[in-house]
Nanobody, 116 residues
């Protein structure tokens, strides 16, 4: 079955960096576009970044553009999110997501806390 497992979250000071990973299994990883979402406390889940199946096309939410970079290694079935210049407002649970034939699959998320 489809599985997505995020890792790499933690506590970081403002201005710091983290790299999140999302390991996929149970599907042909290289065939599907992938997304990172996040959900801050008391807020709705929001799209952070998108990457096409081969990695040639990416898109970002305005709030993270220029600070976050989405990438993927199809040989390792892994999606990444490099987060730099982190701000307290980036505090959230971060999820990877893909859609197969109209069905959304989510990981369980990894918590990122940006605080001094």
């Amino acid at each position: 079955q489809v599985q997505l497992v995020e890792s790499g979250g933690g506590l970081v000071q403002p201005g710091g960096s983290l790299r999140l990973s999302c390991a996929g299994s149970g599907f042909t990883f290289s065939s599907y576009a992938m997304n990172w979402y996040r959900q801050a406390p008391g807020k709705e889940r929001e799209l952070v970044a998108f990457i096409s199946s081969a990695g040639g096309s990416t898109n970002y939410a305005g709030s993270v553009k220029g600070r976050f970079t989405i990438s993927r290694d199809n040989a390792k079935n892994t999606l990444y999110l490099q987060m730099n210049s982190l701000k307290p407002e980036d505090t959230a649970v971060y999820y990877c997501k893909l859609q197969i034939f109209g069905i959304n699959y989510w990981g369980k998320g990894t918590l990122v806390t940006v605080s001094s």
